[in-house]
């Protein structure tokens, strides 16, 4: 099976336990107005690799990640798109190694079969968190993200370890009420580790000259976003 | 140098240890450099304690794995006692503080100059039979024991100046009544080896682009190296794209053991005229810039004037895919026979201490290399934009630290040339 992939980045270091190796997939069904890897949205784009291939070039350096707890993160674009390859991915570093442990970035926006399929594979989930309404993804993301949410509130009720994280865009998404909101959305996640506010990237633009695409967010990126901490209502118990 | 046994083989890392690494972090000054002796039983602990100077962008500690260089120092003829009390001479090379007059530094040999050498040689045999890629090895190992015995010869009488206070205070000269020019208890010459990494990567490329692809003959490969490869950017782009030490490939690593293993023992059975031996090395010194503008462009696409790296490191046009698989190609050769000294380099971009789980992920890496059998490394935190802003604005950096070779200093004192080095390095690596 074949997959396509945007990079294999060893020794990264925030994406989850202990060092790992992240797997960027290729190819994102989102617009974020605020994307800081434009180039890995297509889904054309990147590399054609087979499963074997990206288990290989893993399990070269796989001895350290299990010697120092670490593993594998799968990240992208959105790798849930390409969930299937994910699986076969998956699948045959755990014939060949049994003590990986595996996480996966994703936006949410997949069908709930495949999202449940995935996660129920991981040992951590990095789950964004853009906005706590269907208004903030249309407009800004430029999808419909009921399966977004329902994915979320499923994930709060897995049992599987997730960290929630919140891209702050300027006078987007930083706002008190916005962030209000995504609050009420995680509360009473027994599950939840712990939520992560990422500073907008003011480069973000850089790239997309190269790409012949203009780059006009529509949000002031020279404001610092507001990244004043969320309250997480505890679990009821 | 901190850490390591005590002479009769317990572990020397105490409260001392713990403080000195605590105060460096604290003081932030070039100087003294800490060196760290661990092996495979140090805890991580250790490590972070290591990471913690690391973080700051001190350029140090540098590592050494007493699992490799005791044995290494035994192996050529230093008492074990001796040898667990090793410490480093100014930069890296490993030696006995009080009781030798080892000199550590007095040659090296370049493995790339021998590579180019033994391609001419075989590329002139031509017609004589059906070339192999293993008559290219064969000639590029004899080339490096030519030079080896050469050095042996180049050496035969060597004159210290006497040297009374040092004598005063090293063991034996007072009771023997002999100077220590005359020679002391260890008489040992080290020697370094250059280029480890472009001969290895010349290697590889020769291989797959004379005998596999077979996109172009010896001798046509050897014009190409004296005119810069001029004509043919396909040959240089297959060179470029030819495997390359650093990225866990076996296709280069292999090579990378056999020649190592070949330097380490290139001087087995020879002495100098003090009785002593040689230690070949995979240090570099001044030589790696040297060495590099004897030689016209390399197999590996390296053209000509362009630097080699120093000491033990990839070579400095090589992407490599991140700093374990450099960890994990490095420590595949048996480093024991090549423990002169000579660190594997490494960069970490300063965003790796984000989180404060970062030491400990470092510090793991550092573990890694000296669980796998590496001697000596060098682990540095950098940012190429801080860098690329201290040469346009020195004055707004006059603290920045970076760690050259064997020693650290402050980026704004150097000369451009090593600035622009460690800028590439870490534009790599980055
Ligand atoms: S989800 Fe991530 S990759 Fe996809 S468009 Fe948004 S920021 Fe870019």
Redesign the interface.
Known sequence: MTGRVFE????T??DGP??R?TVFLQGCPLRCAWCHNPEGQEFGGGREMTDLEVADEVI??AD?LV??G?GVTFSGGEPLSQAGFVLAVIDRLRRAESHLTYAIETSGFASAEVYREVVAKMDLVLQDVKFPDLEGYRRWTGVDASSIFGNIAWLKDSGVPFVARIPCIPGVNDTREAKDGVARLLAGAPNLLKVELLPYNRLAGAKYAKLGRSYSPGFDGNRVPDLSPVKIVPSPN | MLGGVTRDGKCAFNDLSRLCLKACGELKLVDPKINLRVDKSTPLSIFELGTELTKEGLGFPQYANDDVVIPALTRWGYALEDARDYSVAACWEFLIPGCGMDINNIDAVNFVGCLDTALRIVAQRRGDAELSFDDVKAEFFAEIRRRADAIVEKYRHVEILPGPFVSAISTGCVANARDLCKGGRYNNFGIHGTGIAVAVDSLASVRELVFEKQLVTLSELVTLLDTDFAGRPDLLAAAKAAPKMGNADSRADDLAKELVDVWGHAFDGKKNDRGGVFRPGTGSAMYYVWHAREVPASADGRLKGLPFSANYAPSLDVPVKGPVSVVKSFTEPDLVPVSNGGPLTIEIHDSAFLEPDGVTKVAQLVKYFIDRGGHQMQINTINRETLLDAQAHPERHRHLIVRVWGWSGYFIELDKCFQDQIIKRVELKG
Not at chain 1, 8 to 11: A, H, N, T
């Open positions: 294999i980045r060893e020794f270091l925030q202990g060092p190796t070269k350096t350290f010697g120092s670490g």
